[in-house]
């Protein structure tokens, strides 16, 4: 059985383990919520605003998008979308991957194929081409991979979607916004019918508790889509809040460059300690350290630095991912970092 498993959320202590934006939303959409009037409160939410301005920011058609709660409900969406009508379908992902898609996959009924990721957590194109099959009816691709942060070459993902026309071809973009790389805006994208990509603004824009993320796809696909997620599933406060997240370009722009700096940071102090890691396009870094995982990552939270233990995924053996936030934040897991090791040592 495929479940998500929730992920113990410290109280206090520094949040490096869910690839937040560790230093918190825009003003902007501080402001925004503290300005929605008590109307706006008690009513149904309205959504032109905000798709509207997403499609923009996107550089995407509006009717080629919809607005979801968090972009984990458009993994549910897209999952059901997928299989309706069908019988013994399959769902293929590739691992280690993001729990949600064989969570939602296992869920509503479907066999999830796992197509493990070559060395060095590579596109394992081969594998995937020869794991499609006639019940294959949803793929799952993470472009830049979480946990590894690696990008899919948009050659290889126009190639899946060409060799799988019986199925849906998910692009989950989750950490595009670090990469700089996406479909979005492409006539490759536009022109195939069973691709769709999947974005959210719980990371480079820091709305995760707000829960707003959306799905691009063709019009036909996304009101199918439309039949499974609530009408009302966004509320009010995310609704007034994302306009703001994505106009205030400045506060995503200063992030990013923080993000890319702390990135190099660990890199350097990687490099330096002679430890493992896999270079990232995501706001987070994959790292082997060579002693026990799990006993560090327990060291670290004891120092109140919070990483994601990958370690007892066989995909990611004693690997943990640590999140490339704000460069302070970055230097204080530095700090305790080496700290562990050193005291290890
Ligand atoms: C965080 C994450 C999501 C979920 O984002 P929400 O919008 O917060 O639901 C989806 N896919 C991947 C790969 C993620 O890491």
């Given at each position: 059985m495929h479940t998500y498993e929730p992920v113990s959320t410290p109280r206090d202590g520094l949040r490096l383990h869910l690839n937040e934006n560790t230093a918190g939303c825009s003003p902007a959409v501080q402001a925004a919520i503290h300005a929605l009037s008590r109307q706006a409160v008690s009513s149904y939410p309205d959504y032109a605003a905000a798709r509207a301005a997403c499609a923009q920011r996107l550089g995407v058609n509006a009717e080629r998008l919809l607005l979801t709660n968090g972009l984990d409900e458009g993994i549910l969406g897209l999952t059901g979308t997928a299989l309706k009508g069908a019988t013994s379908s399959e769902v293929i992902i590739l691992v280690p991957a993001f729990d949600m898609y064989a969570a939602a996959a296992d869920g509503l009924g479907a066999s999830v194929v796992q197509v493990p990721l070559a060395e060095d957590f590579a596109f394992p194109h081969d594998r995937l081409l020869a794991a499609l099959t006639p019940r294959t009816r949803l793929v799952w691709l993470t472009n830049p991979n979480n946990p590894s942060g690696r990008i899919i070459p948009r050659e290889a993902i126009?190639?899946?979607?060409?060799?799988?026309?019986?199925?849906?071809?998910?692009?989950?973009?989750?950490?595009?916004?670090?990469?700089?790389?996406t479909l979005l805006g492409s006539d490759a994208f536009e022109t195939r019918n069973n691709?769709?990509?999947?974005?959210?603004?719980?990371?480079?824009?820091?709305?995760?508790?707000?829960?707003?993320?959306?799905?691009?796809?063709?019009?036909?696909?996304?009101?199918?889509?439309?039949?499974?997620?609530?009408?009302?599933?966004?509320?009010?406060?995310?609704?007034?809040?994302?306009?703001?997240?994505?106009?205030?370009?400045?506060?995503?722009?200063?992030?990013?460059?923080?993000?890319?700096?702390?990135?190099?940071?660990?890199?350097?102090?990687?490099?330096?300690?002679?430890?493992?890691?896999?270079?990232?396009?995501?706001?987070?870094?994959?790292?082997?350290?060579?002693?026990?995982?799990?006993?560090?990552?327990?060291?670290?939270?004891?120092?109140?630095?919070?990483?994601?233990?990958?370690?007892?995924?066989?995909?990611?053996?004693?690997?943990?991912?640590?999140?490339?936030?704000?460069?302070?934040?970055?230097?204080?897991?530095?700090t305790a970092f080496e700290e562990v090791l050193c005291g290890a040592a």
């Open positions: 126009l190639a899946v979607a060409d060799a799988a026309p019986q199925a849906l071809v998910a692009v989950d973009e989750a950490y595009a916004d670090f990469s700089g790389e691709l769709v990509v999947g974005r959210t603004f719980s990371k480079a824009y820091g709305l995760a508790g707000l829960r707003v993320g959306a799905l691009i796809g063709n019009a036909a696909l996304l009101a199918a889509v439309g039949r499974i997620v609530p009408p009302y599933s966004i509320n009010a406060c995310a609704a007034a809040a994302l306009p703001a997240a994505l106009a205030d370009t400045g506060y995503y722009d200063w992030y990013r460059a923080e993000v890319e700096q702390s990135r190099r940071l660990l890199y350097v102090t990687f490099d330096r300690l002679g430890v493992t890691y896999w270079p990232s396009q995501a706001n987070f870094v994959l790292v082997r350290p060579a002693g026990d995982c799990a006993a560090l990552v327990r060291a670290l939270a004891a120092r109140g630095i919070h990483v994601r233990d990958r370690s007892r995924d066989t995909h990611s053996v004693n690997c943990f991912r640590v999140t490339a936030g704000v460069v302070a934040d970055t230097a204080a897991f530095i």
